[in-house]
């Protein structure tokens, strides 16, 4: 990766953006001239209702879906100029719903946040371990670190969630609701420890309820 | 978890060399040892052992244990590969309609009329190999695989309904086939009787040769976890790694059945076994369960020849149960 000009540059300096972006799928338009920007530090929410297009967007912000048409900027490079590996180091996106096929505990779940910094067939190692340790720690879910990720419950898997993608130690979280299916209490905290989180993560996250976006957005 | 597979290769090393000693034509394990140092490598040990001891484990037995060795690992291994892939704990070497073919091509052999150097040199073996590589080309191509269009579910009916198409298409040769019949249930069976080392060596090298590149891929199908979504914010390209895994894992196993016939639950219940202990991780199934399941056939096979039946139905004596109970403790608190 080129440039990451530290963030006190006189010029605000752009992690992510996009301009004029429009996304079709399956001959449909998702979004239409859709322009943002983000910087370093900053807490984003995306709000809207269902089918308002939040996924999709996030979803083309990382390179997971093509854009129709318009620019996307990473890390001030046009994203299509990057690998998907890049992506991976620069942006993590964590789904609401992680489901697994198999008893995974917690921390092997969270080391596979590693998977983009790794190379080579071995698995995580020591250090990859003590990375995503670190992650379940910082979200305070160390307690969780040997249960079956299946087992847990809707609230302690969004621990889990943002645990992994915090392993992936990428400038940019990006979460596509991390609140759902939770109760108020439980938003509330997911939404506390998102802004306490004392790292210099660029957030962004979507949700469907404009409740307390002025909460969580923070 | 490096601890557990070198403890597994050790139980293995052992396993085997008593497994070559015994038999009809009982060998101590230092006579195996000595006999394997000296005609391989020309050692000079082992002064008073019989020529008949040596051609016993140079020519019968030692092929033999090898060739359940890389079947069993190829099985297991190509497991695991599916149940990663499909994220399906159920899925196994088979899953994408391999055994049909394979039945299929071997029986529609045995119909032929080859013989003579064909036979020696494998002609069932190839044609089984062939059936293998038809069926899962046929069901790559219907359900899409890397076209990015696939879904993991429609990929599993597909197999299911190619398998019981060529099912069928097998109990009709198996009608038509007369006094070859018990030949073609035999290999239904699986077994690695008269295995020699051409044969051997024939499957072997795919077999070697896809499971260490399928291991090299262990990062992606870690990836596959969290299904193809997650797997791509990991920075995996999805349909790349897809098509890829699914070929190593088809040469695999289209290799192990071409020299065994359809050796059941090895594929299927291993690669459980490896996560009981290593946990769900590709990276750490993979090596394990390659050991594993040669460690398992490896055991069934010495049973088999010892009491004069196919391996398959040693394989599926102990597997059957032993699925029966992972499922009950998967009720009593651990789930698969």
């Known amino acids: ?218 | 978890m490096r601890r557990t597979t070198l403890l597994s290769l050790a139980a293995l090393a052992l396993v085997a060399i008593g497994a070559i000693g015994f038999g009809v034509a009982n060998i101590a394990p230092l006579d195996v040892l000595a006999i394997i140092g000296k005609s391989l490598f020309g050692l000079p040990i082992g002064g008073e052992i019989s020529a008949g001891s040596t051609s016993i484990v140079m020519e019968i037995r030692l092929p033999r244990i090898l060739a359940a060795i890389a079947v069993g690992a190829a099985l297991a291994t190509s497991g695991a590969a599916f149940q990663s892939l499909l994220r399906n704990p159920l899925a196994d070497p088979y899953v994408l309609g391999t055994s049909s073919g394979a039945a299929l091509g071997a029986a529609i052999a045995f119909l032929l009329p080859i013989t003579g150097i064909a036979w020696e040199l494998g002609g069932v073996q190839l044609a089984a190999f062939v059936g293998a590589l038809a069926s899962v080309a046929l069901v790559w191509r219907i359900a899409g695989i890397g076209s990015g269009e696939e879904r993991i579910a429609s990929v599993l009916l597909v197999g299911y309904a190619v398998a019981s198409l060529l099912a069928a298409a097998l109990s009709l040769v198996m009608l038509a086939s007369g006094a070859n019949l018990r030949a073609i249930f035999g290999f239904l069976l699986g077994g690695l009787d008269g295995v020699t080392w051409p044969r051997l060596a024939a499957a072997a090298v795919p077999i070697t040769l896809a499971t260490l590149l399928l291991a090299r891929r262990g990062r992606a199908l870690a990836a596959f976890l969290l299904g193809d979504e997650g797997a791509t914010h990991l920075g995996i390209d999805v349909r790349r790694e897809r098509r890829i895994a699914v070929a190593l894992a088809t040469l695999a196993t289209a290799s192990a059945v071409a020299l065994a016939g359809l050796v059941g639950f090895v594929g299927l219940v291993v690669p459980h076994l490896a996560r009981l202990a290593v946990g769900s991780d590709p990276r750490a199934v993979f090596p394990l369960s390659a050991i594993g399941g040669a460690l398992l056939l490896l055991l069934a096979d010495t049973v088999a020849r010892t009491i004069g039946v196919p391996v398959g139905v040693i394989t599926a004596l102990i597997g059957a149960p032993f699925l029966l109970w992972l499922l009950h403790r998967a009720r009593a608190g651990y789930a698969l």
């Open chain 1, 1 to 218: 990766m080129s440039a990451n000009t530290s963030p006190n540059d006189a010029t605000p300096y752009e992690l992510l953006g996009a301009k004029n972006l429009q996304v079709d799928l399956g001959g449909t338009t998702i979004l239409r001239d859709v322009s943002l920007s983000i910087g370093p530090g900053e807490r984003v929410a995306i709000v809207g209702p269902n089918g308002a297009g939040k996924t999709t967007l996030m979803r083309a912000l990382s390179g997971a879906v093509p854009a129709t048409s318009g620019e996307i900027i990473l890390c001030s490079e046009p994203i299509q100029n990057l690998s998907r590996e890049t992506i991976a180091r620069s942006i993590a996106v964590v789904s609401s719903d992680i489901a697994l096929p198999f008893a995974t505990r917690v921390d092997e779940l969270v080391a596979l946040g590693r998977i983009p910094h790794g190379r080579g067939p071995a698995g995580p190692s020591a250090h990859d371990r003590e990375r995503a340790n670190a992650a379940i720690e910082r979200v305070g879910a160390s307690h969780l670190q040997r249960r079956d990720v299946r087992t847990l419950s809707a609230g302690e898997r969004q621990l889990a969630a943002v645990a992994l993608g915090l392993a992936q130690e990428t400038p940019i979280l990006a979460l596509d609701e991390p609140t759902a299916h939770l109760d108020l209490r439980h938003r509330m905290e997911i939404a506390d420890l998102l802004i306490s989180l004392a790292g210099d993560e660029t957030i962004m996250k979507t949700k469907r309820s404009t409740s307390c976006a002025t909460d969580s957005a923070a």
